[in-house]
Nanobody, 124 residues
Framework: QVQLVESGGGSVQAGGSLRLSCAAS????????MAWFRQAPGKEREKVAT???????TYLADSVKGRFYISQDNANTLYLKMNSLGPADTAMYYC??????????????????WGRGTQVTVSS
């Protein structure tokens, strides 16, 4: 059973930075599509970034391009570096995974494994 544990959230002022981590364990497949989603109160869950562990191919939502960066290390940890944060980035951030290649059409319903989330709050 794949388990995902997020960390690194917190409260920052606008313009600040945070780095989220997602520690993964229990992999049963060789490669996964890993993703960061976020959900603000009263809004739908939004896909922020994806990374394919088999080749490092990445995707970033238009709303975060140039500010957020997704990466992985060799120890099954996924990262989301977030720069120039603004109040609109305030949300619960979730790590997700599915044992397949990543495609742009994948939404939250397509991901099998989820972490419990880490809260990011940005004040103006």
């Amino acid at each position: 059973q794949v388990q995902l544990v997020e960390s690194g959230g917190g409260s920052v002022q606008a313009g600040g930075s945070l780095r989220l981590s997602c520690a993964a364990s229990g992999y049963t497949s060789s490669d996964y599509c890993m993703a960061w989603f976020r959900q603000a109160p009263g809004k739908e869950r939004e896909k922020v970034a994806t990374l394919y562990t088999g080749g490092g191919l990445t995707y970033l939502a238009d709303s975060v391009k140039g500010r957020f960066y997704i990466s992985q290390d060799n120890a099954n940890t996924l990262y989301l570096k977030m720069n120039s944060l603004g109040p609109a980035d305030t949300a619960m951030y979730y790590c997700a995974a599915r044992p397949s290649y990543c495609i742009a059409q994948y939404s939250s319903a397509d991901f099998r494994y989820w972490g419990r989330g880490t809260q990011v709050t940005v004040s103006s």
